[in-house]
């Protein structure tokens, strides 16, 4: 291996075997810069290591392989995330953002603001957080005008549709993704369900929409963007009453239990 892809065995910390190998075969792939291969390799060999060793192969190859390539592996694979942007180029994201909302405000009269991991950064930190490489966004939509994921995406994306300036793209069950060169970001629907909203990943039926909206706003990075109402209220519910503590262990819940209903069709039904 060549640069900093090249380590001996007295250089590494005391992994596994199969630390080792997933180590071994991950650093293989990026030394001849195939990071498609490596996150590949990632998947195969991954679910062998326990989890506490994760994060330290994780943690090792991030110092000594990808970061003087500007470049980090999280749990959205190997990106250049936000400890290697610009405050300029944060802002520029920002003002992404505000379009969006704008837009879906303008456009479908629908109430918009930041969520998830960008709320929990700006929150937190007063930043958006180190290793994510996206901002997150939620729309509050009524299952009265829309009463599942997939009708309100498809509405979203149909609005959005031959805009020269936003287009969209991705096919996941609760959100969608919008890009306008060189910046991406993430609209979770939440469906307002009498009092509450639900969006996917999160708690059903949790969090109050008054707790969301309506939003207020908040200036990051220059930018004067809309913010939940009450952030204390909805990162509690997203992310626990420990949301302050930063935890390297979280993951949101993918597999759809209890949206089930919200995640299929109703209009096919």
Known sequence: MNG??????????????????????????????????????????????????QLRIRDFINEHVLA?????????????????????????????????????????????TIGYGTALGIAREGDLIPHDDDVDLICAIPTSVHPDFPSALTAIREAFSGKADIYTFGKHPGHLKFGQQPYALDVFVALQEGEFISSYPGPRKEILFTDVFPSKLMNVFGVEIDAPADMEAYLSKVYGPNWRVPD??????????????????????
């Open 4 to 53: 900093t892809t090249t380590m001996s065995e007295k250089s590494l910390p005391d992994f596994s075997q199969a630390g080792l190998k997933c180590l071994y075969t991950i650093t293989g792939a990026l030394q001849y810069g195939d990071e498609a291969a490596a996150i590949r390799a990632l998947g195969a060999s991954w679910r062998e290591v326990p989890r506490e060793e």
């Open 68 to 112: 003087e390539k500007s470049r980090e592996m999280s749990i959205h694979g190997i990106k250049r995330t936000f400890r290697f942007w610009s405050e300029e180029e944060k802002a520029g994201l920002i003002r992404f953002a505000k379009l969006v909302i704008d837009r879906l405000q303008s456009q479908m009269g629908f109430s918009a």
């Open 248 to 269: 390297p262990m979280f993951g949101h819940k993918w597999g759809g239990l209890g949206f089930e209903d919200l995640i299929s069709d109703q209009s096919t039904s």
